[in-house]
C-alpha cells in the first residue's frame, strides 16, 4: 500500500519516538513467560511505549519509579501534540483552495478586426465549481536594447479586450490588441525569439463551494506563441437546445495555422 506524501513525515516520527523511548523502559519480570527471554521484554517495552504516546493506556502495565514516570509524561505528551500536528497538516493540505482550471498549451497570434491580437484561453473543468467575480492580469517579460547596445529584461502589463467576467461556467478566450500601445506591434516569431518574449498570467475568481478567493497563474514563452491560427469553438447545443455542452478536448484545437514569419 503506498502511503500519501504528506503522511510520510508522521509516520516517521511516530515509528522513531516509539523507539527512542524504549531504553527508558526495563520491563520487571513479575511473573508469566513474557519475560523469560530478551525478545519479551522487548515486546512489553515496546508495546507500553505504543500504549503510552498513544494515550490508549490499557492498565496492564504501568511505570513505576520516578524516571520512568517522566519518560511516560513526555511521551504522552508528544503523542499528543505529534497527532494535533499531523491533524492540522492533513487538514490544511486537503481542505486548500484551489481553482480548477485548464489553460491552453500554447497562444495563438490571430487576426483581430483590423490588425492581430495575441490569444490563449481557459476553462474550468470541475462541477459545481464555477468562479465568480474573475479578474485576470497578463504581463510580458522581454529584453530591450538599451542605447548603449546592452539589453535589459523588462516586463510590461498588457492591455485586455476584457479583463474581468462577472461568472465563468464557459470557456474564456483572452485577447490582447497588438496595437499601437502593445510592447508586441508588429512583432514577428523572429522578433519573440531575440526578445526572449515570455506571457504571464494570473486569475483570481471566487470559489462558491469553497467560500474563497482562489488563483490560477500559467505562463507562455515564444516557443508556445502560434503565428496565424485561429482556436475553434469548443462549446457547442445539446440535441435538445435546451443546454450548452463545453468541450474540453478541444481547448487546444485551432485552424488556419501557417508558416512562422
Not at 516509539?18 to 531504553?23: F, G, K, R, T
Not at 490508549?56 to 497527532?83: D, K, Q
Not at 516569431?189 to 497563474?217: C, H, P, T, W
Request: net charge neutral; aromatic share 16%.
Amino acid at each position: 500500500m503506498e502511503i500519501h506524501r504528506p503522511a510520510r513525515p508522521f509516520l516517521f516520527r511516530y515509528q522513531s519516538g516509539l523507539l527512542l523511548h524504549l531504553p527508558a523502559y526495563r520491563p520487571r519480570p513479575a511473573a508469566g513467560p513474557p519475560f523469560d527471554y530478551p525478545w519479551g521484554k522487548f515486546k512489553e517495552a515496546f508495546f507500553f511505549s505504543t500504549e503510552t504516546f498513544t494515550t490508549v493506556g490499557y492498565g496492564r502495565v504501568n511505570p513505576i519509579g520516578g524516571w520512568a514516570n517522566l519518560v511516560a509524561a513526555i511521551e504522552g505528551m508528544s503523542g499528543f501534540l505529534s497527532f494535533a500536528l499531523a491533524t492540522g497538516l492533513i487538514f490544511g493540505r486537503f481542505s486548500r483552495p484551489r481553482a480548477y482550471l485548464v489553460f491552453s498549451d500554447f497562444a495563438l497570434v490571430s487576426p483581430f478586426k483590423s490588425g492581430k491580437a495575441l490569444m490563449f484561453r481557459f476553462a474550468p473543468y470541475k462541477d459545481n465549481h464555477t468562479l465568480t467575480d474573475v479578474q485576470i492580469r497578463v504581463n510580458i517579460g522581454l529584453k530591450v536594447l538599451q542605447d548603449d547596445l546592452t539589453e535589459e529584461y523588462r516586463y510590461y502589463d498588457l492591455t485586455l479586450e476584457r479583463s474581468k467576467v462577472e461568472s465563468l461556467p464557459m470557456n474564456w478566450t483572452v485577447v490582447h490588441p497588438m496595437d499601437e500601445n502593445s510592447p508586441l506591434r508588429d512583432f514577428t516569431y523572429k522578433d519573440m525569439a531575440a526578445a526572449d518574449v515570455e506571457i504571464y498570467v494570473l486569475i483570481r475568481g471566487f470559489d462558491d463551494v469553497y467560500s474563497n478567493v482562489v488563483q490560477a497563474r500559467t505562463s507562455y514563452t515564444y516557443h508556445e506563441i502560434k503565428f496565424d491560427g485561429k482556436f475553434v469553438p469548443m462549446y457547442r447545443e445539446s440535441e435538445d437546445g435546451r443546454t450548452t455542452i463545453l468541450e474540453l478536448h478541444k481547448l487546444n484545437e485551432y485552424t488556419g495555422l501557417t508558416d512562422r514569419s
